[in-house]
Nanobody
Framework: QVQLVESGGGLVQAGGSLRLSCVVS????????VGWYRQRPGKLRDLVAT???????AYGDSVKGRFTISRDSAKNTVYLQMSSLKPEDTANYYC?????????RGQGTQVTVSS
């Protein structure tokens, strides 16, 4: 059974930082693309950041220069380092892994940024 478990969310003041983690189990991790997405109240889902199996990263326009995605294949873990957080970054953040014929996501971790 494939599981993705996110952690690291919480309440932080504007301008602060958080690092999210997503531990993946039950599937081969190294050959899959990974990504972070967020769901804000009343908004459509946002793509936050993605990374290919080869390590190429891409970011949503609203987080470029502030967020960094990384992956550790030895730990089957995806990270999202978030800096210079803004109140509009408040959302449920979840990770997703995709491969040929597979697409899995976690339940998410809540990030709340106070002004």
């Amino acid at each position: 059974q494939v599981q993705l478990v996110e952690s690291g969310g919480g309440l932080v003041q504007a301008g602060g930082s958080l690092r999210l983690s997503c531990v993946v189990s039950g599937t081969i991790f190294s050959d899959k693309a990974v990504g972070w997405y967020r769901q804000r109240p009343g908004k459509l889902r946002d793509l936050v950041a993605t990374m290919t199996s080869g390590g190429k990263a891409a970011y949503g326009d609203s987080v470029k220069g502030r967020f960094t995605i990384s992956r550790d294949s030895a730990k089957n873990t995806v990270y999202l380092q978030m800096s210079s957080l803004k109140p509009e970054d408040t959302a449920n953040y979840y990770c997703r892994i995709t491969g040929i014929g597979s697409d899995y996501r976690g339940q998410g971790t809540q990030v709340t940024v106070s002004s």
